[in-house]
């Protein structure tokens, strides 16, 4: 049959799913065989043949052909898993039935009344052919026995996997085929590399494609904060039903990060072979962090093998992530992290030949995958503090983060790097580490400028601030607490760095931002916490920021006599209306940019993002610590801190500042982006509207630490000002060599205690990462267009 007539007869018998009068018996396979028998079908002709029209007009009006159309394909992956395939046409069978469940599923899950239909066993529907079986045994629900094949036939002699036969009649009989011999990548755990196989690559990629589709059912439950929902598809796929759990998990991890993109460093290599593992690998690293869930189970110890601890306490009982939390060989933990940052790094690599190199796509799933590594695995997150390796991740997202700062299409990604930048910075090695001189020439649309790892951070932060777009707003809190957290650590910030610091405090303090909004004083305060810690901890080393602080003495001066009377309320509120722009972006001397890049710019027209829900304030993100003198941390109970002044309750109910959900709401609110704008302006025209009052100001000003910056000015300005009189100086290397040799030794206040905000973990950032990473895995998956147009409930897809 050639594959035209083979094409038509599959589009008549989707026509017919539809116009047949009586339902078509589930005995007929000469009609069912027609989805399957064609041998050239791609997903992308399923997708053509099976419009979504017709795939709804079925599930409405001949709901008995849909349910044997379903049941039909799994009893035909459940027989491919039990034979192993051992014949091409099988092969293909296998294939065809993936594709037309990918195509199907979404419209199943979109429909309330159809997302059961997979967990009720179908009457009769045991395992094909078993009848034999316990009667339990032969009345699993669809779903189970769907995943069961999908898994089994991962690890498929001669299908996805190199075949072990030792001679031409042995046989690999799939029941008592151990699948940890069939690892698919060396890495944690497994020794051996297997031969590349691209049609083995590309059969685990079909897998794989309907197995993220199976897990999608979340996609189309509205968000809710309650944590204990769980995916029902990926608790049975990861429970110890799954015989293959371990080594499809160790595949997974192994395949993600051994992927080299570039190959074998030949130039232009990609353009003339296809990379099917990069699809592989895409696919892989999307199952992941879909797959890693955190659940509210009472856990079973899984049998684990010798590279993953043996652990007396149980574990999560999601084994993907039981797995995950007990890697502990430093190799395969370096493995992984030089995997992560070798791709993470991979979009920065500029030759001089353009197109040269593979540029990857899926960095915002990786970015998820190592949030979830350390998360679930603190003994990861110590490893990658241990050595100057962070950088190597650290320099990555500063470059993602600075080139999306102007597009409002990818809030997302810079929303994840700041939160791994938080959970970094709550360890004190981080701040340390970014002491490391930094020189690289990673082109970045940034001044230039000679210093430290922490140079290159702040000067990040500052362009973020004063040149992204107004909806990271909510993320500044995030970023000076980033930089609060790091700030004891600094031994020496450049010139432009000290400057760039200084410019923010001269943004956040003027009046007019200062009395716009219930929380901009909090910037303030967490700027001062800064320079009182490098003061404090850190004055050897950092004449430059102490230069800088003298020579903008007057901002600190403004501040202590910051005014609080009524009229002059009201004149700052004036000015703020006449110039509604964020932060003055001219008062800082811009200088040039870096070599060869590119400026950052806003999402083309068209552009799709997915919305997301929005996140706890940084009170609910992060919980203070003490770092005691031996370096030790002590959590601090929580009371109002200085740094959180509550207005009077009544003026809070306008919610003005909804925008970062703070939880003064009920925490447990989440809102679209959409819901989110729609509140802010009728709070901004409704009565109950937030405005500042004399008491408000006082009640705050009273606590800003300038304690420690007025003495060093009083101690120090007298000084530098007699050598420019006595030496006729206007040139700065001497004043700093002055600085640089100077003490202020029993002239400081006595120095405060160290604060940290470590990130802690709760139902909002949750369901932030939910939203967030299925809203990439839906946009990310075009070619073909899983879920496009279906009726997703997560999260909307808006057009820029």
Same mark, same amino acid.
């Given at each position: 049959?050639?594959?035209?007539?083979? $094409?038509?007869?599959?589009?008549?018998?989707?026509?017919?799913?539809?116009?047949?009068?009586?339902p078509?018996?589930?005995?007929? =396979?000469?009609f069912?065989?027609?989805?399957w028998a064609?041998?050239?079908?791609?997903?992308?002709?399923?997708?053509?043949?099976?419009?979504?029209?017709?795939?709804?007009?079925?599930?409405?009006?001949?709901?008995?052909?849909?349910?044997?159309?379903?049941?039909?394909?799994?009893?035909?992956l459940?027989?491919?898993?039990?034979?192993?395939?051992?014949?091409?046409?099988?092969?293909?069978?296998?294939?065809?039935c993936?594709? %037309?469940?990918?195509?199907?599923l979404?419209?199943?899950?979109?429909?309330?009344d159809?997302?059961?239909?997979?967990?009720?066993?179908?009457?009769?529907?045991?395992?094909?052919g078993?009848?034999?079986?316990?009667?339990?045994?032969?009345?699993?629900?669809?779903?189970?026995?769907?995943?069961?094949? %999908?898994?089994?036939?991962l690890?498929c002699?001669?299908?996805?996997?190199?075949?072990?036969?030792?001679g031409?009649?042995?046989?690999?009989?799939?029941?008592?085929?151990?699948?940890?011999?069939?690892?698919?990548?060396?890495?944690?755990?497994?020794a051996?590399s297997?031969?590349l196989?691209?049609?083995?690559?590309?059969?685990?990629?079909?897998?794989l494609r309907?197995l993220?589709?199976?897990?999608?059912?979340?996609?189309?439950?509205?968000?809710?904060? =309650?944590?204990?929902?769980?995916?029902?598809?990926?608790?049975?796929?990861?429970?110890?039903?799954?015989?293959?759990?371990?080594?499809?998990?160790?595949?997974?991890?192994?395949?993600?990060c051994?992927?080299?993109p570039?190959?074998?460093?030949?130039?232009?290599?990609?353009?003339?072979?296809?990379?099917?593992?990069?699809?592989?690998?895409?696919?892989?690293?999307? %199952?992941? %962090?879909?797959?890693?869930e955190? =659940?509210?189970?009472?856990?079973?110890p899984?049998?684990?093998?010798s590279?993953?601890?043996?652990?007396?306490?149980?574990?999560?009982?999601?084994l993907?992530?039981?797995?995950?939390?007990?890697?502990?060989?430093?190799? *395969?933990?370096?493995?992984?992290? $030089?995997?992560?940052?070798?791709?993470?790094?991979?979009?920065?690599?500029?030759?001089?030949?353009?197109?040269?190199?593979?540029?990857?796509?899926?960095?915002?799933?990786?970015?998820?995958?190592?949030?979830?590594?350390?998360?679930?695995?603190?003994?990861?997150?110590?490893?990658?503090?241990?050595?100057?390796?962070?950088l190597d991740?650290l320099?990555?997202?500063l470059?993602?983060?600075?080139?999306?700062?102007?597009?409002?299409?990818?809030?997302?990604?810079?929303?994840?790097?700041?939160?791994?930048?938080?959970?970094?910075?709550?360890?004190?090695?981080?701040?340390?580490?970014?002491?490391?001189?930094?020189?690289?020439?990673?082109?970045?649309?940034?001044p230039?400028?000679?210093?430290?790892?922490?140079?290159?951070?702040?000067?990040?932060?500052?362009?973020?601030?004063?040149?992204?777009?107004?909806?990271?707003?909510?993320?500044?809190?995030?970023?000076?607490?980033?930089?609060?957290?790091?700030?004891?650590?600094?031994?020496?910030?450049?010139?432009?760095?000290?400057?760039?610091?200084?410019?923010?405090?001269?943004?956040?303090?003027?009046?007019?931002?200062?009395f716009?909004a219930?929380?901009?004083?909090?910037?303030?305060?967490?700027?001062?916490?800064?320079?009182?810690n490098?003061?404090?901890?850190?004055?050897?080393?950092?004449?430059?920021?102490v230069?800088?602080?003298?020579?903008?003495?007057?901002?600190?001066?403004?501040?202590?006599?910051?005014?609080?009377?009524?009229?002059?309320?009201? $004149?700052?509120?004036?000015?703020k209306?006449?110039?509604?722009?964020?932060?003055?972006?001219?008062?800082s001397?811009?200088?040039?940019s870096?070599?060869?890049?590119h400026?950052?710019?806003?999402?083309?027209?068209?552009?799709?993002k997915?919305?997301?829900?929005?996140m706890?304030?940084?009170?609910?993100?992060?919980?203070?610590?003490?770092?005691?003198?031996?370096g030790?941390?002590?959590?601090?109970?929580?009371?109002?801190?200085?740094?959180?002044?509550?207005?009077?309750?009544?003026?809070?109910?306008?919610?003005?500042?909804?925008?970062?959900?703070?939880?003064?709401?009920?925490e447990?609110?989440?809102?679209?982006?959409?819901?989110?704008?729609?509140?802010?302006?009728?709070?901004?025209?409704?009565?109950?509207?937030?405005?500042?009052?004399?008491?408000?100001?006082?009640?705050?000003?009273?606590?800003?630490?300038?304690?420690?910056i007025?003495?060093l000015?009083?101690?120090?300005?007298p000084?530098?000002?007699?050598?420019?009189?006595?030496?006729?100086?206007?040139?700065?290397s001497?004043?700093?060599?002055?600085?640089?040799?100077?003490?202020?030794?029993?002239?400081?206040?006595?120095?405060?205690?160290i604060?940290?905000?470590?990130?802690?973990?709760?139902?909002?950032?949750?369901?932030w990462?939910?939203t967030?990473?299925?809203?990439?895995?839906?946009?990310r998956?075009?070619?073909?267009?899983?879920?496009?147009d279906? *009726?997703?409930?997560?999260?909307?897809?808006q057009r820029?």
């Amino acid at each position: 049959m050639g594959s035209t007539d083979s $094409k038509l007869n599959f589009r008549k018998a989707v026509i017919q799913l539809t116009t047949k009068t009586q339902p078509v018996e589930a005995t007929d =396979d000469a009609f069912w065989d027609q989805f399957w028998a064609d041998t050239t079908t791609t997903v992308q002709d399923v997708f053509a043949l099976v419009p979504a029209a017709e795939i709804r007009a079925v599930r409405e009006e001949s709901p008995s052909n849909l349910a044997t159309l379903c049941y039909k394909a799994v009893e035909k992956l459940v027989q491919g898993a039990e034979s192993g395939c051992p014949s091409e046409k099988e092969k293909q069978v296998v294939l065809n039935c993936c594709r %037309i469940l990918t195509r199907i599923l979404p419209y199943i899950f979109e429909d309330q009344d159809w997302r059961g239909f997979f967990w009720s066993t179908v009457p009769g529907a045991g395992r094909a052919g078993t009848d034999e079986l316990d009667d339990d045994e032969g009345a699993r629900p669809l779903a189970e026995s769907l995943l069961l094949a %999908i898994a089994d036939l991962l690890f498929c002699p001669d299908f996805t996997v190199h075949s072990h036969k030792r001679g031409p009649d042995s046989v690999e009989s799939m029941q008592s085929i151990d699948s940890c011999e069939y690892i698919w990548e060396a890495g944690v755990g497994f020794a051996q590399s297997p031969p590349l196989n691209y049609i083995h690559d590309l059969n685990r990629t079909e897998l794989l494609r309907l197995l993220l589709t199976c897990f999608s059912e979340a996609m189309y439950l509205p968000p809710s904060s =309650d944590n204990t929902i769980l995916n029902p598809w990926v608790t049975f796929f990861c429970s110890t039903e799954n015989r293959h759990a371990l080594p499809l998990f160790t595949s997974l991890l192994n395949v993600v990060c051994a992927y080299d993109p570039v190959g074998y460093g030949i130039p232009y290599n990609h353009l003339l072979f296809s990379d099917y593992r990069e699809q592989l690998v895409e696919q892989a690293v999307q %199952i992941l %962090i879909v797959t890693l869930e955190h =659940d509210g189970g009472i856990p079973h110890p899984p049998a684990s093998p010798s590279s993953i601890e043996e652990q007396e306490s149980t574990g999560p009982e999601n084994l993907f992530v039981n797995y995950l939390s007990r890697i502990h060989r430093e190799e *395969d933990f370096d493995f992984v992290l $030089k995997g992560l940052a070798r791709l993470l790094t991979n979009p920065l690599t500029q030759t001089y030949l353009p197109n040269s190199t593979k540029k990857i796509q899926f960095h915002q799933e990786l970015l998820v995958l190592f949030w979830k590594l350390c998360d679930f695995n603190k003994k990861f997150l110590f490893f990658v503090l241990k050595s100057s390796d962070v950088l190597d991740i650290l320099v990555p997202i500063l470059y993602y983060l600075n080139d999306a700062r102007a597009d409002q299409s990818r809030v997302g990604l810079m929303h994840i790097g700041v939160f791994i930048l938080l959970l970094l910075s709550g360890e004190r090695n981080f701040g340390v580490r970014l002491n490391k001189p930094y020189s690289l020439h990673v082109p970045m649309d940034i001044p230039v400028f000679t210093g430290t790892h922490a140079d290159l951070l702040i000067v990040v932060f500052h362009k973020i601030i004063t040149t992204g777009h107004q909806r990271l707003q909510p993320l500044f809190d995030c970023l000076l607490t980033i930089i609060v957290n790091v700030s004891p650590y600094l031994k020496s910030l450049s010139m432009v760095a000290a400057n760039k610091l200084l410019h923010l405090l001269e943004a956040f303090s003027t009046t007019w931002f200062l009395f716009s909004a219930a929380q901009n004083h909090h910037l303030v305060f967490f700027l001062l916490e800064a320079f009182n810690n490098i003061i404090q901890y850190q004055f050897d080393g950092n004449c430059n920021l102490v230069y800088a602080i003298i020579r903008k003495r007057n901002v600190f001066h403004q501040l202590a006599n910051l005014p609080s009377d009524p009229s002059s309320i009201q $004149k700052a509120l004036q000015r703020k209306k006449k110039s509604p722009d964020v932060i003055s972006r001219t008062s800082s001397q811009e200088t040039v940019s870096m070599e060869g890049s590119h400026p950052a710019v806003p999402a083309e027209p068209g552009t799709l993002k997915a919305s997301l829900v929005a996140m706890p304030g940084i009170d609910k993100l992060t919980e203070k610590s003490q770092v005691s003198e031996d370096g030790t941390m002590v959590s601090v109970p929580k009371t109002d801190s200085p740094n959180t002044v509550h207005p009077d309750q009544s003026a809070v109910t306008g919610t003005s500042d909804t925008e970062s959900n703070s939880g003064r709401d009920s925490e447990d609110v989440f809102y679209t982006e959409a819901e989110m704008e729609r509140r802010r302006l009728s709070s901004a025209s409704s009565t109950s509207f937030w405005a500042p009052t004399p008491e408000w100001v006082l009640s705050w000003k009273c606590k800003l630490p300038l304690q420690t910056i007025m003495r060093l000015l009083q101690v120090l300005v007298p000084q530098v000002e007699k050598i420019c009189i006595d030496k006729g100086l206007t040139d700065e290397s001497e004043i700093l060599k002055f600085l640089q040799h100077g003490t202020l030794v029993g002239l400081l206040p006595v120095p405060h205690p160290i604060l940290i905000r470590k990130y802690q973990a709760n139902a909002g950032t949750a369901m932030w990462f939910r939203t967030y990473m299925w809203g990439v895995v839906y946009l990310r998956n075009v070619d073909p267009p899983i879920w496009y147009d279906t *009726d997703v409930r997560l999260f909307e897809i808006q057009r820029m």
